[in-house]
Each structure stands twice: as structure tokens, then as C-alpha cells.
């Protein structure tokens, strides 16, 4: 491999790093999708059904009976403060945004082997996932009180990290078209 | 520095791996908070029956991995090896006996809870045990912890990357190149 086939800049560390977010983002998300499928509009929960809190199973699981019965409201609480294009907007923005993660993860492999042509790629899906925590943040604000508590910090985190690997993978881009 | 490559399906399948580990844990915390299962209230058993599924393939790969490990033979690992070496073989060894007892404990947990294991809603995995609450609770108790051993060897294993990841000394490129 001649001089011009690699990095000269070196940045193995954010491939590393921009490949272990990508991992955590994409468990972040799956989880999320998971969440929105399961916890569902019509559902027991939201019909108003009593919590089935049996003696064994509460032993079994470690629980108190009033645990048992607020995880029901857990639910309730959060299919209450759901508008209605909620859980279908978190739904198609978590699938878009492990497409991203998975790019982001291929180019974090590409940058750990100083690959040149994987730069421009962490450029756009570092980006491109800064602008989905920013879609993702807008839609949290304009929920109501108690998902805007569940949601709003952890993604200001992701969005700042989003934001230091996009600006670190936007600076190698730089350096190398200047080396 | 450049490195002997790795079996491509290693790396692949070490990212797999890494992926759906993180995805246990974090669903995991998640799905327990969940009402308690019973006929009207059933959002525990689609992330469960995933959760055991993902677990149940987990340990196929730990097992395809260490055997594509002993069959390959450890070539480019020194012959001599120092300190931080050793306890970097060590890591890896006790990573991989984690993974699979977290991952055997949690099957042998469902078993003897009763409820059944259809892996990936294809095929049903005889139940070969009684519903047994002590047994359940026994090993319950040892996927619990398991997994909490498991998450702390791979935050050392992280670690380990992101030092020489920043060292850019070589070592890590294998994982990373298919």
C-alpha cells in the first residue's frame, strides 16, 4: 500500500470512537423501536386493566405490590402522553437512525485503517446523525411534559457527541486535503 | 504496524456479537419494567422471547468463534509474551466464559420458569424441565450477576481498545479491517 492509499493524519482513535457509539446508538435504538412496538394504543394498560400482582411472582421477580402495580401506570403514563403521531414517527426515526449508526460504524472501520475514501462517509452520517437527534429533540419538545422529561437530555448528550465526532471527522477531511 | 488479517467471518461475527450484547443489556433493563406477564397483560413476551433468542444465538457465535480461535492457532500472538499481554489472553478468556455462562444461566432460568423457547419463532426447543420456582431463581440469580461480570471484562475490554486506538500502535486494526 503506497503512501497516497492511506491516512497521513492518523485518526485511528475516532474510528474507535465513532465506531463504539455507533454500537451503543444502534443498541439505543433498537430498544427504542422495541419499545414502540411493544407498548401499543389499545393495549391492556390503556384499557384500564387491574395489574395481575400474584404472591410468587412478586417474590420471584424481587417486587413489592405497589412496584407491580406502578409498572402498569408506567405504561399508562407513557401511552397517555403519547400524541398519536408519536410512536409512528419514533418508530420510522429509529430505523433511519440505525441505518446511519450502521454508516457511521463502516467508516469508523475505515478511518481505524486509515482509509482515505471512508472520511468523506464519517463526515455524512456523523452529520446526517446530528440532524436526526435534532428531529428527534424538536419531536420530544412538542410532546408534553413527562416524555419531554424522558427524552430531551439523553438526547442532548447524543446530540453533543454526534456533534464532537462530526466536527473531529470534519477536521481530518480538512487536513488531509490540505496534506 | 500492520497485522496478520483475521478470518473475515470472526470480525464479523465479534461485531455482531458486540452489538447484540449491548442490545441485551439495555433492553433488558427496559423490559423489566414492564407489567408482569399474565392473559391480558402480554408486553413482556415479544422481549423476552427475543431477549432469549439473541442470547441463544449469542452463545452459538462465542462457540464458532472459539472454535475458529483453536483451530487457527494463536499466530501473531508473541511467543514471549509480557504482563499486559497476558492479562489481555486472560480478558479474552474470561469474556468468553462469561458470555456463555450468562447466556447458558439464562436459558436454564426460562426452562424451569415454565414458559417455552421457540428460537426465532421457527423452532420450539423442548422443554426438557420441570417448572421448578427454587431452580429458576437459582439460576435467575447467577444470569444476573454473570451478566454484570460480563459487562465489567468488557468495559475493560473497551478500554483496552480506546488506549490503543489513541496509541495508534496497530494492535486493534485486525477487528476493524474485513
Known amino acids: 500500500m503506497n503512501q497516497n492509499d492511506k491516512l497521513i493524519t492518523g485518526q485511528t482513535w475516532l474510528g474507535v470512537v465513532g465506531v463504539l457509539f455507533a454500537m451503543l446508538l444502534l443498541a439505543n435504538q433498537t430498544n427504542e423501536l422495541l419499545k414502540q412496538i411493544v407498548i401499543a394504543p389499545g393495549s391492556a394498560a390503556e384499557m384500564g386493566m387491574a395489574a395481575d400482582c400474584r404472591a410468587d411472582e412478586l417474590a420471584e421477580e424481587g417486587l413489592s405490590l405497589q412496584e407491580c402495580r406502578l409498572m402498569v401506570s408506567s405504561v399508562q403514563i407513557i401511552l397517555a402522553s403519547s400524541p398519536p403521531w408519536f410512536r409512528p414517527f419514533q418508530i420510522g426515526l429509529s430505523l433511519l437512525v440505525c441505518g446511519v449508526a450502521l454508516a457511521s460504524m463502516v467508516a469508523g472501520f475505515g478511518l481505524v485503517n486509515d482509509s482515505p475514501r471512508f472520511i468523506k462517509l464519517g463526515v455524512i452520517s456523523f452529520s446526517l446523525l446530528v440532524l436526526l437527534d435534532v428531529a428527534a429533540f424538536t419531536a420530544a419538545l412538542n410532546t408534553g411534559p413527562v416524555l419531554r422529561a424522558q427524552y430531551l437530555w439523553p438526547l442532548l448528550l447524543w446530540f453533543f457527541i454526534h456533534l464532537c465526532l462530526a466536527m473531529a471527522a470534519l477536521n481530518v477531511m480538512q487536513r488531509e486535503s490540505r496534506a | ?178
Open chain 2, 1 to 178: 504496524m500492520e497485522q496478520e488479517r483475521l478470518p473475515k467471518i470472526t470480525v464479523i461475527l465479534h461485531w455482531v456479537l458486540a452489538s447484540s450484547v449491548f442490545f441485551l443489556f439495555v433492553s433488558s433493563w427496559w423490559m423489566l419494567s414492564l407489567p408482569l406477564p399474565s392473559a391480558e397483560f402480554t408486553y413482556r413476551v415479544l422481549p423476552f422471547q427475543l431477549h432469549k433468542n439473541i442470547g441463544i444465538t449469542l452463545l452459538l457465535i462465542a462457540v464458532t468463534m472459539a472454535a475458529i480461535r483453536i483451530a487457527k492457532g494463536s499466530n501473531g500472538h508473541p511467543k514471549n509474551p509480557d504482563r499486559l499481554q497476558k492479562l489481555a489472553a486472560l480478558d479474552h478468556l474470561i469474556m468468553y466464559f462469561l458470555l456463555a455462562a450468562c447466556c447458558l444461566s439464562g436459558y436454564l432460568s426460562s426452562s424451569y420458569s415454565g414458559w417455552e423457547t421457540s428460537f426465532w419463532w421457527i423452532l420450539n426447543l423442548p422443554a426438557w424441565a420441570q417448572e421448578n420456582d427454587d431452580l429458576n431463581i437459582l439460576f435467575s440469580g447467577l444470569h444476573l450477576w454473570s451478566c454484570w461480570a460480563l459487562l465489567a471484562v468488557i468495559v475493560l475490554h473497551i478500554g483496552a481498545a480506546i488506549y490503543h486506538g489513541i496509541a495508534d500502535d496497530g494492535l486493534i486494526n485486525k477487528m476493524f479491517r474485513l
